[in-house]
């Protein structure tokens, strides 16, 4: 009986082997095949729009801002870029803006701080708000702070002083005086501690164009640590490398002071396509993402031609970037003089969510109001783009 049962259960083994050697394969396979696709899952998807100057006329009002973020909660955004620094003066009361001597700032209507009265309305509906230092660098040449302060002001090799760009005829503080360092890291580190911002945004004016650093303190700043005067070909490899790395030391010890005050603090950057950026601005901002000091990137891909707009997003840096933090493209929904078409703005939308990537929108009052087409069409067309909510980790 003994010898009957064992074979009886020495054959049923036999046949279970097999089965069993099979069972653990797949369940192999299962498990490996895991990893990959939760990596391969998007990092969350950036939704957000910049409020300029403007859209003052709203950012001024109690309630044209709970219509907007009301809006912008329907429509399924998640993130609120408004300006804080533009033109030389700030959007909030500033101790530092006042010890350099510029007492002015923009009020509300009722003269509430209008930073705080959109943060707090953002938040209720669940929005992120982060803060933009729009201007960066570059101020008016006669605005109070250039004028009351023009050993802070760098120059070209013929010692003229502005460029001239969309945003007019500007002069640009020196990224590599102490002063201004010091100034711009005061305005920051104030925003960080006195409101209840996400984070904090740069653009492609915490930059230098390449033509600049021929002033007195940079060139004997050049001339200390190289041994030699600046070359007079601002495109000279070394010459730029030096302007670059010392913007880059900059932002390296802004990230250090925001991230001591507000570890979770968003450290934004929204530049220009990365050839253009470092050649010709100064900007290497793929450093940053590698030296780990930004946490989401969104690049300025300003164009009408679809095909030149996905080649920009296809760029290498992207695909980098992308991989490490949150990353998103900026599109134009428009300006005062020349609007944009919702299907334009709906192409460049799907192309670079087709790339993993998200987008925000330059800028508020164009989604809507500056186009020949209804603003009921308009907003039919985002939330068609966005039917669903895209909650950000820290959202509230």
Same mark, same amino acid.
């Given at each position: 009986?003994?010898? *009957? /049962? ?5 054959? +049923?083994? &036999?046949?279970?082997? =097999? ?11 299962? +498990? ?7 990596? #391969? ?5 950036? @939704? ?15 309630? &044209? ?5 009301? +809006? ?18 700030? &959007?909030? =009361? ?11 700032? $923009?009020? !509300? ?42 050993? %802070?002001?760098?120059? *070209? ?14 002069? %640009? ?39 600049? !650093?021929?002033? &007195? $303190?940079?060139?004997? /700043? ?7 005067? =600046? ?7 070394? %010459? ?41 601005? /100064? ?74 990537? !998200? ?8 989604? %809507?109001? @500056?186009? #020949? ?7 039919? !067309?985002? #939330?068609?783009?966005? =039917? ?9």
């Amino acid at each position: 009986m003994d010898s *009957k /049962l064992f074979y009886v259960k020495d054959a +049923l083994l &036999k046949k279970l082997l =097999p089965l069993l050697f099979l069972s653990s394969i797949v369940f192999c396979l299962l +498990l490996n095949s895991l990893a990959p696709v939760a990596a #391969q899952q998007p990092r969350e998807e950036i @939704r957000g729009v910049w409020m300029t100057s403007n859209d003052f006329n709203i950012l001024k009002s109690r309630v &044209k801002v709970n219509d907007a973020v009301l +809006l912008l909660r329907r429509m399924n955004f998640n993130t609120i870029y408004p300006v804080v620094w533009n033109s030389g003066y700030t &959007k909030y =009361p500033s101790n530092a803006a006042r010890r350099a001597g510029i007492p002015f700032f $923009y009020r !509300g209507e009722q003269g509430q701080d209008i930073l705080a009265d959109l943060i707090s309305q953002a938040h209720r509906k669940h929005l992120m708000v982060i803060p933009w230092f729009e201007f960066g660098f570059m101020i008016p040449q006669s605005s109070e702070l250039a004028l009351k302060h023009p050993d %802070w002001l760098t120059q *070209k090799q013929d010692g003229s002083q502005t460029t001239i760009g969309v945003a007019g005829e500007n002069a %640009w503080l020196n990224p590599f005086h102490p002063q201004v360092q010091k100034f711009v890291s005061e305005l920051v580190t104030e925003v960080i501690t006195q409101y209840d911002a996400d984070g904090i945004q740069f653009d492609d004016h915490m930059s230098l164009p390449r033509e600049f !650093g021929y002033d &007195k $303190y940079t060139v004997a /700043l050049y001339r200390q640590e190289t041994g030699h005067n =600046p070359p007079d070909n601002p495109d000279d490899r070394d %010459w730029v490398r030096w302007r670059a790395d010392k913007i880059s030391e900059f932002m390296i010890k802004l990230n250090h002071a925001v991230k001591t005050r507000k570890p979770d603090a968003i450290f934004s950057v929204s530049p220009n396509y990365y050839d253009f950026a470092y050649k010709l601005h /100064l900007q290497d901002w793929l450093k940053w993402v590698r030296e780990d000091i930004v946490d989401e990137l969104i690049v300025q891909v300003y164009r009408n031609n679809l095909q030149s707009f996905v080649a920009n997003i296809n760029r290498e840096e992207m695909q980098e970037t992308q991989k490490k933090i949150p990353t998103a493209v900026g599109i134009m929904a428009g300006l005062r003089n020349k609007p944009v078409s919702m299907q334009q703005i709906q192409s460049q939308v799907k192309a670079s969510r087709q790339n993993n990537l !998200g987008v925000c929108f330059f800028y508020y009052e164009s989604l %809507w109001n @500056r186009s #020949q087409e209804s603003k009921r069409y308009r907003q039919a !067309g985002f #939330q068609a783009m966005f =039917p669903a909510p895209a909650f950000r980790s820290a959202m509230r």
